[in-house]
């Protein structure tokens, strides 16, 4: 039987087996309430994210991620969940190690409906690295400039660990994003030029 059409007790039953984590919390007390309340309005707004309680609370959750962005519009991939908005003025920025070599380090810039700006990253090290792609899941940030130097500076904090100070190709990275945020934040030092008359 369609999860919609299950009288509400087989719902609650439906939830109660499942276990959130904290941040999943505020709406599944939400969605809890409106069950119990009969409020149609909630429920169906709750509803239309999906076919099981899982997939419609975690969809309901990444859409209100979305609308940060601007994001408003509602599809779902092949497997009904909510599928990733495309965002605007997308941009990578890359930092090679070596030339000739596929790029491990790169920074994702991307820009919301709304003019909201977020990062994705990745970067690597001789024993490890870290990335994630650009998402809605990111920071939030007014402007592309500063969305620019958070990501520099998380690059940077991360690169400068562990083994990242022994290794010869991490170092290459990490000069050239110290380069880029020290030009981005005006700490580069600019040759000025004198012309006399």
């Not at 007790?9 to 069950?35: D, G, P, T, W």
């Not at 899941?137 to 940077?156: I, Q, S, V």
Request: hydrophobic residues 35%; glycine residues 8%.
């Amino acid at each position: 039987m369609d999860y919609k059409s299950l009288p509400v007790y087989e719902k609650l039953k439906r939830i109660q087996e499942l276990n959130f984590c904290r941040a999943e919390r505020h709406n599944v007390a939400v969605y809890l309430s409106a069950l119990r309340h009969n409020d149609r309005q909630v429920i169906d707004e709750y509803e239309r994210f999906g076919d099981s309680p899982r997939q419609l609370l975690m969809n309901k959750r990444e859409y209100e991620r979305h609308l940060l962005f601007g994001f408003t519009g509602i599809a779902f991939n092949e497997y009904g969940w909510l599928a990733n908005p495309e965002f605007l003025e997308r941009e990578e920025i890359q930092f090679p190690h070596r030339n000739g070599w596929a790029v491990s380090n790169y920074i994702t810039l991307g820009m919301g409906l709304n003019g909201k700006w977020t990062y994705g990253m990745r970067y690597s090290y001789s024993t490890g690295g870290h990335g994630y792609g650009l998402n809605v899941w990111g920071k939030l940030f007014d402007n592309r400039k500063d969305c620019l130097k958070a990501a520099l500076d998380e690059m940077m904090t991360g690169l400068d660990k562990d083994s990242a100070k022994t290794d010869k190709y991490a170092i290459i990275v990490l000069k050239q994003v110290k380069s880029l945020f020290d030009e981005i934040t005006g700490r580069k030092a600019i040759q000025l030029s004198l012309s006399f008359f």
